[in-house]
Protein backbone atom coordinates (compact mmCIF):
# COMPACT_ATOMS: atom_id res chain seq x y z
CA UNK A 1 0.00 0.00 0.00
CA UNK A 2 1.62 2.82 -0.97
CA UNK A 3 0.76 6.55 0.29
CA UNK A 4 0.95 9.61 -1.58
CA UNK A 5 2.34 12.56 0.18
CA UNK A 6 1.35 15.83 -0.75
CA UNK A 7 0.12 19.09 0.42
CA UNK A 8 -3.57 19.12 1.50
CA UNK A 9 -5.83 21.99 0.37
CA UNK A 10 -5.54 23.13 4.08
CA UNK A 11 -1.65 23.75 3.74
CA UNK A 12 -2.31 24.96 0.34
CA UNK A 13 -4.76 27.62 1.83
CA UNK A 14 -2.48 28.29 4.23
CA UNK A 15 0.55 29.36 2.54
CA UNK A 16 -1.25 31.19 0.50
CA UNK A 17 -2.74 33.37 3.15
CA UNK A 18 0.94 33.96 4.67
CA UNK A 19 1.77 35.12 0.67
CA UNK A 20 -0.87 37.56 0.71
CA UNK A 21 -0.21 38.74 3.87
CA UNK A 22 3.68 39.82 2.91
CA UNK A 23 2.20 40.71 -0.39
CA UNK A 24 0.02 43.23 1.56
CA UNK A 25 2.90 44.21 3.80
CA UNK A 26 5.25 45.37 1.00
CA UNK A 27 2.62 46.97 -0.89
CA UNK A 28 1.91 49.12 2.13
CA UNK A 29 5.27 50.12 2.65
CA UNK A 30 6.01 51.23 -0.98
CA UNK A 31 4.71 54.33 -0.57
CA UNK A 32 7.51 54.99 2.73
CA UNK A 33 10.28 53.48 0.37
CA UNK A 34 9.83 55.53 -2.68
CA UNK A 35 9.07 58.64 -0.64
CA UNK A 36 12.28 58.90 0.76
CA UNK A 37 13.49 58.52 -2.66
CA UNK A 38 11.85 60.86 -3.97
CA UNK A 39 12.58 63.67 -1.19
CA UNK A 40 16.41 62.15 -1.91
CA UNK A 41 15.94 63.30 -5.44
CA UNK A 42 15.05 66.54 -4.39
CA UNK A 43 17.94 66.87 -1.62
CA UNK A 44 20.17 66.04 -4.85
CA UNK A 45 18.85 68.23 -7.22
CA UNK A 46 19.13 71.49 -4.74
CA UNK A 47 22.55 70.53 -3.06
CA UNK A 48 23.76 68.98 -6.55
CA UNK A 49 22.67 69.26 -9.62
CA UNK A 50 22.04 73.22 -9.65
CA UNK A 51 24.87 74.53 -8.31
CA UNK A 52 27.09 73.68 -11.67
CA UNK A 53 24.76 75.53 -13.90
CA UNK A 54 24.41 78.51 -11.31
CA UNK A 55 27.83 79.11 -10.67
CA UNK A 56 28.46 78.84 -14.70
CA UNK A 57 25.64 81.71 -15.11
CA UNK A 58 27.23 83.78 -12.06
CA UNK A 59 30.91 83.51 -14.05
CA UNK A 60 29.44 84.89 -17.29
CA UNK A 61 26.92 87.41 -15.68
CA UNK A 62 28.97 88.47 -12.84
CA UNK A 63 26.12 87.72 -10.08
CA UNK A 64 23.53 84.93 -9.81
CA UNK A 65 20.32 85.45 -11.48
CA UNK A 66 17.38 87.79 -10.04
CA UNK A 67 14.64 86.05 -7.36
CA UNK A 68 12.11 87.23 -10.54
CA UNK A 69 14.47 85.89 -13.50
CA UNK A 70 14.82 82.74 -11.48
CA UNK A 71 15.83 79.40 -12.74
CA UNK A 72 14.65 80.01 -15.75
CA UNK A 73 17.48 82.75 -16.15
CA UNK A 74 19.68 78.76 -16.76
CA UNK A 75 17.48 78.04 -19.90
CA UNK A 76 16.93 81.37 -21.69
CA UNK A 77 18.59 84.76 -21.58
CA UNK A 78 17.35 86.97 -19.41
CA UNK A 79 16.25 90.37 -21.13
CA UNK A 80 19.30 93.11 -21.04
CA UNK A 81 21.79 89.99 -20.64
CA UNK A 82 21.78 88.49 -23.64
CA UNK A 83 25.22 89.78 -24.76
CA UNK A 84 27.02 88.42 -21.57
CA UNK A 85 24.51 85.34 -21.62
CA UNK A 86 26.66 82.47 -22.39
CA UNK A 87 24.12 79.54 -22.30
CA UNK A 88 21.71 77.69 -21.89
CA UNK A 89 23.21 76.50 -18.87
CA UNK A 90 20.71 73.47 -18.12
CA UNK A 91 18.88 72.12 -21.18
CA UNK A 92 15.81 72.42 -19.40
CA UNK A 93 14.32 72.68 -16.04
CA UNK A 94 13.16 69.64 -14.54
CA UNK A 95 10.32 69.41 -11.92
CA UNK A 96 10.71 67.73 -8.23
CA UNK A 97 9.55 64.31 -7.52
CA UNK A 98 5.99 65.72 -7.34
CA UNK A 99 5.34 67.03 -10.40
CA UNK A 100 5.91 70.86 -9.08
CA UNK A 101 8.46 73.57 -9.87
CA UNK A 102 11.85 73.81 -7.69
CA UNK A 103 11.94 77.52 -6.31
CA UNK A 104 14.22 79.72 -5.89
CA UNK A 105 15.61 83.05 -3.97
CA UNK A 106 18.52 85.50 -4.82
CA UNK A 107 19.50 86.67 -2.05
CA UNK A 108 18.47 84.13 -0.22
CA UNK A 109 17.09 83.86 3.08
CA UNK A 110 18.77 80.75 4.50
CA UNK A 111 21.98 81.65 2.54
CA UNK A 112 22.33 84.92 2.82
CA UNK A 113 25.30 85.46 0.21
CA UNK A 114 23.80 83.18 -2.00
CA UNK A 115 21.07 81.84 -2.86
CA UNK A 116 18.62 79.31 -1.78
CA UNK A 117 16.75 76.48 -3.77
CA UNK A 118 14.35 74.37 -2.68
CA UNK A 119 11.38 72.28 -3.08
CA UNK A 120 8.00 72.49 -1.31
CA UNK A 121 8.08 68.63 -1.16
CA UNK A 122 5.50 66.03 -0.92
CA UNK A 123 2.31 68.04 -1.36
CA UNK A 124 0.93 65.65 2.50
CA UNK A 125 3.65 67.51 4.33
CA UNK A 126 4.41 70.42 5.83
CA UNK A 127 8.20 70.39 4.64
CA UNK A 128 10.20 71.79 2.23
CA UNK A 129 13.60 70.50 0.39
CA UNK A 130 15.74 73.14 0.68
CA UNK A 131 20.22 73.67 -0.13
CA UNK A 132 19.89 75.00 3.76
Given at each position: MSKNR????????IVLAIMAGIVGLLVTNMDG?????????????????????????????????????????LVNAPAGKEHRWKGPYMESLPQDPW??????????????????????????KDEKIGNW
Open positions: GFSLIEMLIFGRSKEQMARIFVNETVKVPLMAYKISIGEYPSTAEGLKAGNDYRYAYPGVHNKAKYDVWSNGNPG
